[in-house]
C-alpha cells in the first residue's frame, strides 16, 4: 500500500514464524531508511489492516503539519 500524496508506504513480509510473529508490517517515508512503525501479526488480514491504520495515521499526521506550516507561511 502506498500513499503517493505524502510519499508513505507499507509493506508485509511473511516471516514463516508460527503465531502471532508470522507477519512483520513496516509503514516508511520513502526516502527515510528508518521505519515510522512497524507491528507484528498473526494473520495477514490483520497485518493489512494494521498496517493500514498505520499508513492512514502517518499520512493524516503528515497533511496536519503542511496545514500547519502553510497556515504559518500565509
Known amino acids: 500500500m502506498i500513499d503517493p500524496r505524502f510519499g508513505a508506504r507499507c509493506a508485509i513480509?511473511?516471516?514463516?514464524?508460527?503465531?502471532?510473529?508470522?507477519?512483520?508490517?513496516?509503514?516508511?517515508?520513502?526516502?527515510?531508511?528508518k521505519p515510522v512503525a512497524r507491528g507484528r501479526a498473526g494473520d495477514i488480514g490483520a497485518a493489512r489492516s494494521q498496517a493500514e491504520s498505520a499508513l492512514n495515521a502517518c499520512s493524516a499526521d503528515k497533511?496536519?503539519?503542511?496545514?500547519?506550516?502553510?497556515?504559518?507561511?500565509?
Open 13 to 33: 513480509r511473511d516471516t514463516r514464524a508460527a503465531g502471532a510473529e508470522r507477519y512483520d508490517w513496516t509503514v516508511s517515508l520513502i526516502g527515510d531508511s
Open 63 to 74: 497533511r496536519g503539519r503542511l496545514m500547519e506550516r502553510n497556515e504559518t507561511n500565509c
